[in-house]
């Protein structure tokens, strides 16, 4: 099972409010990911990261940011909480030594009352 | 832009019963990598394929790449209640740098 975390793995919180969502991976793995996912539903990619000091949007726009300040580090805020935030957030890395097969964390199921 | 289309959305089979899960790309694919995500789970890699026409096995699951290299399939031999989740296929175009284009998912359920 690959080494990749997230916190926290559940999380209510009322609109308005900033979260933070933490992830990291012990791998040492360049290249990082966020994807939002709603329950069965498709993964949309919302940032992605090449290394230190980089960050890219993805595919979905989203209202989040993310920094990459440590390689096992890429946490994700929202500076103002809304209801449409709610939905599972997924964390991911990938590595060239490994055909860059993403290894997902465990998720952050978000709500917003 | 770039997609991954996969079908079905759903799958619902009898215990023993195979199961086939299908994508395609408009365009040609560097390489092509499946996923499985259990209910309530994040998704684990299953395999990569990379090369035209390349076919895999993993016990009973069976990947195909095609010779175009845009279209992929994942058939599952004699389903059992432990192969229930969402499968997804995810493209890469851009070679080792690129980043993956996920397809829908196939919600496979299996009836004991």
Known sequence: ????????????????????????????????????????????????????????????????????????????????????????????SSSPGRSYEQYFGPGTRLTVT | GQQVMQIPQYQHVQEGEDFTTYCNSSTTLSNIQWYKQRPGGHPVFLIQLVKSGEVKKQKRLTFQFGEAKKNSSLHITATQTTDVGTYFCAGNYGGSQGNLIFGKGTKLSVKP
């Open chain 1, 1 to 92: 099972e690959a080494d990749i975390y997230q916190t926290p793995r559940y999380l209510v919180i009322g609109t308005g409010k900033k979260i933070t969502l933490e992830c990291s991976q012990t791998m040492g793995h360049d290249k990082m990911y966020w994807y939002q996912q709603d329950p069965g539903m498709e993964l949309h990619l919302i940032h992605y990261s090449y290394g230190v000091n980089s960050t890219e949007k993805g595919d979905l726009s989203s209202e989040s940011t993310v920094s990459r300040i440590r390689t096992e580090h890429f946490p994700l805020t929202l500076e103002s909480a809304r209801p449409s935030h709610t939905s599972q957030y997924l964390c991911a």
